[in-house]
């Protein structure tokens, strides 16, 4: 993609690019995402939570990874992921970062 000689690898960038777009998640639903496998996604999950670029919590028996608001540089990360998200090509932005996050209101039409 684009930045991932900067973290490491194209699974850890796309772990990222994917937590700035949509906020949280948890491996199953990046991987799904991205059509790699789980194990790469936990591992990268795992390193930034070590690194303490991320935290998790549990949401049943889901592990959920969000952003660490402590995290010194932060601000600075996530403004280079934004703008990498902003100079994707448009059909890979549709692809990977559009996805419908929330349940439609009920009765509304299609």
Known sequence: ?????????????????????????????ISKTFECAVSQVQRQLERF?????LVSRLVGKTRLYEWNPRY???GEVRALLSKALSRLPDEMSERYFRN???????GKPT
Do not use: C
Request: no cysteine; hydrophobic share 35%.
């Open 1 to 29: 993609m684009i930045i991932s000689e900067l973290f490491g690898n194209e699974t850890a960038e796309k772990v990222l690019l994917y937590l700035e777009s949509y906020g949280s998640g948890y491996g199953l639903a």
């Open 49 to 53: 939570e070590r690194e303490g670029l």
């Open 72 to 74: 010194l540089l932060l």
């Open 100 to 106: 419908r996050q929330r349940p439609r209101r009920g």
